[in-house]
């Protein structure tokens, strides 16, 4: 796996139409979500973006098919082969139940530690873009099953915002698109003892690194935000 996940967010300059014709490969959802079930999905097959589309503070999830978290568990087991034909008699003459006890004790007495759960899945990072837009109105969110691209709209004292989020088949970009407007975007700190997260800001770009406890892998994220005039 490549370490880094790229996230590029574009402010466009650009009139929105308030005349967007219905499309049939569209879905349209009404609302406000809060739980992640309900938030609006993309990906391209190893890269994955969930978008809650709150106006005023939206949340953006970034993931990716890779990322699980180390625990630390051990990984070793202890060799059974010279105990194989004891099972196989057990199970012939006491049944499977006391062969798999047999079996277990065993390897336990070997040093096996007994059963231990496999990482867990853990999101790549939660972004958050923040307006001052509270009076907003003609909420709208929908998904394109034909390009896979999010979109949540609504307006403000008359003026149309809209914001536009795919995930890029040919360079595993996750592209965000902003209205013109005033936003302060910002990237969530995770406190975990199981992974460490270093954040640098410059400019107009954020790079979070993060390495984990109990493996020598890790992942980085660029976000760069880029102001276009069309």
Known sequence: MDRKIKITI???EERLRNDEAYSTTKRYLDGNPSRNEDAL????GSHGVMVFGDPIKDTIVGNHC???LPQGNSDQLP???????????II????YEEAIAYYYRKSTELGYEGLTMSDPYHPGFHLFIETD????SGYRRSIDYETGELQVSYQVNHQSY?????????????????????????????????MKQRTVIEENVIHAQF??????AGYDVWIQVIVRIS
Not at 41 to 44: E, L, T
Not at 92 to 95: A, E, N
Not at 179 to 193: E, F, T
């Open 10 to 12: 574009y402010s466009m």
């Open 41 to 44: 999905v993309s990906g391209n």
């Open 66 to 68: 890779r990322l699980y």
């Open 79 to 89: 060799e059974m082969a010279p105990y194989l034909d004891k099972v196989r008699e």
């Open 92 to 95: 012939r003459t006491k049944g």
């Open 133 to 136: 837009h509270h009076n907003y």
């Open 162 to 194: 809209r914001r536009k989020t795919f995930v890029s088949q040919t360079n595993n970009d996750i592209i965000h698109e902003l209205s013109p407007g005033n936003y302060h975007i910002s990237l969530k700190q995770y406190v975990d003892k199981k």
């Open 211 to 216: 390495d984990y406890e109990y493996s020598d």
